[in-house]
Nanobody, 121 residues
Framework: QVHLVESGGGLVQAGGSLRLSCAAS????????MAWFRQASGKEREFVAA???????FYRDSVRGRFTISRDKAKNTVSLQMNMLKPEDTALYYC???????????????WGQGIAVTVSS
């Protein structure tokens, strides 16, 4: 059974930093994409960042330059370093893995439970 478990969320002041991590178990994702999405209260889930199996990296425009995605294929993990956080970054953050027709669309077969990030002004 495949599990994705996120960690590292919490409450931070605007301008601060957090590092999210996602550990996958049950199968290897070394040949797949691993990604982060987020969902703010009352809004649709949106793409944040992705790291493909061949090393391509994608970010949504609003986080580019502030967030950095990284992955460790050997450990089957993906991380998201979030700097210069803003109140509008407040959301539940989800780890996703597998293959999606479009990297930025939420068509991934495997998802974590989500972890809360709250940025106070």
């Amino acid at each position: 059974q495949v599990h994705l478990v996120e960690s590292g969320g919490g409450l931070v002041q605007a301008g601060g930093s957090l590092r999210l991590s996602c550990a996958a178990s049950g199968r290897s994702f070394s040949s797949n994409t691993m990604a982060w999405f987020r969902q703010a209260s009352g809004k649709e889930r949106e793409f944040v960042a992705a790291f493909t199996w061949d090393g391509a990296i994608f970010y949504r425009d609003s986080v580019r330059g502030r967030f950095t995605i990284s992955r460790d294929k050997a450990k089957n993990t993906v991380s998201l370093q979030m700097n210069m956080l803003k109140p509008e970054d407040t959301a539940l953050y989800y780890c996703a893995a597998g293959d999606s027709e479009y990297v930025q669309e939420p068509g991934y077969p495997y998802w974590g439970q989500g972890i809360a990030v709250t940025v106070s002004s």
